[in-house]
Every structure is written in C-alpha cells, then in structure tokens.
C-alpha cells in the first residue's frame, strides 16, 4: 500500500525542535524522517528520540526528495535564509517560527516561495503559542485593521513585571531571570527591543497589507527603566509595559514602533504579567479584540509549529494550490511616520535643584516648545536639597518633547533627566 504519510524534516532541535519532536509523536499521518542539528553526540532531554535521523548536515534534509515541508527552527539569517530558499527550490512547503528572518527578508522569501507555488507559515514566529497569523489571514479576513497594540516579549514582560511587584532595580531583576533561565546570557535582543521590533514587523505588514521595513520601525528597549519610574507611574495610575503598536492613519501613513509606554492600569494590557504576551487589534467589522497566552516555550511554540505543519499535510494530500488565503503578497511598501513627527503624551521625570522657580522654568520651557502639561508633581526636597519632579504632558510633538529635554538639559534649575517614557493616548 502506498505510504501516505506526510514526511517532514526537523532543521533544528533545540527547545522549539524538541517541543516538536515531542508533539508529532501523536501523530501517524506525520513521519519526521530527519532532524539537522549542530551537535548529533550531544546529549538530549527527549525520552524517545532515534538518534538514527540527526544529521550534521542540513542539506540532507533541504535535498532529500521523500521531504514534503521543511521545518526551519533555528532562528537567524544565515544559514537560515540559504536553506529556505534552497529547500524551496527543491519543492518543499516551509513552516518557519524565525521571526529575524521574516522580518528582515520576508518579501524575498515569499516571493520566492510563489514563483514555486509553495507556501511558508509562521504561526510561532510572533506570538508564540497565540494564534494570531492565522486569525488575521482567515476569519478576520474581512477587516480593515487599524491599529495593534501588543505585548510581544516575555523576558521584558517579566523583567518589567517583577520590577512592579517587587520594587526591585532592572540590573537585579535581569540577572535573577538570567539564573533562572528566563533571560538569555545575552538579552540585548529581548531588552533593546529588537525581537518585539521584528515581531511587530511582521504583524504590521500582515494587518495593513503593506510592507512595513524594519527600517522603519521605532525602536526603544527597557534598560533605562528605574523603579523610581515603576514607582511614580503606578502613584499616577500607571502600568509600564514594553508596546509593539502599529497604526494606519486615514492618509494611509503607518506608525511602527516598540517601546515602553504608561498605560492605565484598568488597561487589558496592563494586567498581563510575567512572560504572558497579548495581541489587541481594532478593525472594522469586528471592533476590538485581544488574544493572550504563552508567547514562548517549548510546547507553546510547538502548538503553533504543529498546527502549520498539520494545515500544510491536509491541504497537499488534496490539492496543488494549497492554502491560498495564507499566501503572502508583498507589493506594496508602506508609507511610515517618523518618530520625530508622532504625537503623544510624556511622563517626564526630573531631578532638580531646590531652588525658588524651579517649577515655574519648568513650566517655561515646556510652554515655549508647545507643551501643555497634564500634571506635576513634587512629593518632597531629598536630603541632599534636590527634588524629584514627575510631569505628564498633555498630547504634543515629538518633535517638541525632544528640544524641550535638551533645554531640561542646559536649565540651570535642573541637575538631570532622570527618563522620559511615552504615555497611551
Ligand atoms: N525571547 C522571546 C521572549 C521569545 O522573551 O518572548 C522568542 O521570541
């Protein structure tokens, strides 16, 4: 009898590959017939793994012709790319959870994957174990989104979180995350922000149907968080999360960035905590809606590999078009606002020299750069005779906020811009 079962070739087995591995074992329309690692003696937390399918060479896999979907699950650009492209070419459907590469190469992949009538899913590459790619590309098909705002990073969520909960510094907080494994030996693309950017990316380009560059994604991590800043915000009402937002004006003009933000604390948003993402979009028909769940983990991100695995398997056996609505057409370019040119609200935090007029120049400065201020507050004169100011600004240019920090900078009343962080509207 003809073997029907759809065979598949692991590039990678780390814990994303292992979650895989693992989850595919249920199921006998599925045959993982090789598995590209970097080490084949090392040795793996995986009870029934056959050692007899690693290889140290992913081209056994990218050139094997028994190979139906390739899965790429070892993040990065190269050799990454090279091995998509490569495994294409050999008629291979791709499920990818690389979330770098999509977002830097995305059209030149998926245009390459349709010259070849083959498809590339991506379920876990923004959001973990929450399905939002799919959703996006199917049920909600029939919506104009405008806007997302999402939480899109667990390392930063817990860091930012424990930081809340426990009055601890950032330094403190990253290194007991290191040690327990939540935060990686080097988090420089957790905490500057680069892996919520490349998610938003292509989150982004997928809701608004445009290409959104990375280029031109805003993009700011949360090192310079202090918990004198977790502190004020919460006094004033606030949460500080690590945004990914994303908003298409009426003038067709995308806004783009990942940063760290006040948000009410009554907001959806605010109340996830720990390495919990979400994803809020507002679109029309269906209004507003937000998915939580595990953004990373072995079994989370397996979940996602596995049903695009399992979306592709169905469709091949049937027909040689398969999954049209989740093709990608990348076209057209967005147009996007830069930074500079963004209005928004500021919570802005001062240390200055208690001296008579100290507030009245701050108000100066803020009035000749067209800031208006919401609130101000100064609880008390520390010990050394400066002050602590906290100010949240009503709506204004960014434009404007940044020549008034630089007046903050060279105001004779004011010893230091301790941060400014940017507040929902
Ligand atoms: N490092 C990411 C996070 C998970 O902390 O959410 C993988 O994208």
């Given at each position: 009898m003809e073997d029907r079962r759809i065979k598949i070739g692991l590039i990678g087995l780390g814990t994303v590959g292992s979650g895989v591995y693992k989850t595919l074992e249920s199921f006998e329309e599925i045959e993982i017939v090789k598995i590209a690692v970097k080490n084949k003696n090392k040795n793996r937390n995986i009870q029934n793994l056959d050692y007899s399918l690693l290889t140290e060479d992913p081209y056994e896999i990218v050139n094997?012709?028994?190979?139906d979907i390739v899965c790429e699950l070892i993040g990065g650009i190269n050799p990454a790319f090279e091995l998509i492209e490569k495994s294409i070419k050999q008629g291979k459907h791709i499920v990818t959870a690389n979330k770098e590469l999509l977002a830097k190469k995305g059209e030149e992949i998926f245009n390459f994957a349709e010259k070849y009538n083959k498809v590339i899913l991506y379920e876990?590459?923004?959001?973990?174990?929450?399905?939002?790619i799919m959703p996006i590309k199917t049920i909600l098909a029939g919506n104009k989104i405008n806007k997302l705002e999402a939480i899109l990073n667990g390392t930063t969520n817990y860091i930012l979180t424990k930081m809340d909960t426990e009055n601890s510094s950032y330094d403190e907080v990253l290194k007991e995350s290191q040690t327990l494994g939540?935060?990686?030996?080097?988090?420089t693309s957790d905490v500057e922000g680069y892996d919520a950017a490349y998610k938003i990316t292509t989150l982004a380009t997928l809701a608004f149907k445009q290409k959104i560059r990375i280029e031109d994604v805003y993009r700011e991590g949360i090192t310079k968080i202090r918990s004198e800043d977790m502190k004020a915000a919460n006094d004033l009402g606030y949460k500080i999360k690590l945004i990914a937002s994303a908003k298409m004006d009426d003038e067709n003009c995308a806004d783009v960035r990942v940063h760290p933000m006040l948000i009410p604390?009554?907001?959806?948003?605010?109340?996830?905590?720990?390495?919990t993402n979400a994803v809020s979009l507002t679109g029309h028909p269906v209004g507003h809606i937000t998915l939580s769940g595990p953004g990373a983990g072995e079994f989370p991100t397996a979940s996602s590999v596995v049903g695009d695995i399992l979306a592709i398997a169905t469709e091949i056996k049937t027909t040689d078009y398969p999954l049209p609505m989740m093709r990608c057409n990348h076209n057209k370019i967005a147009k996007c606002i830069n930074i500079l040119d963004t209005q928004n609200k500021y919570y802005l935090s001062l240390n200055a020299k208690n001296n008579k007029g100290v507030i009245g120049n701050i108000g100066n400065i803020c009035a000749e750069n067209d800031i208006s201020l919401e609130s101000i507050v100064q609880k008390y004169v520390c010990s050394d005779n400066t002050a602590d100011i906290t100010v949240i600004t009503e709506t204004c240019c960014e434009k404007n906020m940044q020549n008034a920090v630089k007046a903050f900078n060279e105001s004779e009343f004011i010893n230091k811009v301790n941060n400014l962080i940017r507040v929902q509207i």
């Open positions: 094997n012709p028994e190979i876990a590459a923004v959001a973990g174990g929450i399905p939002i939540y935060a990686e030996a080097d988090p604390k009554n907001s959806t948003l605010a109340h996830i905590n720990y390495v």
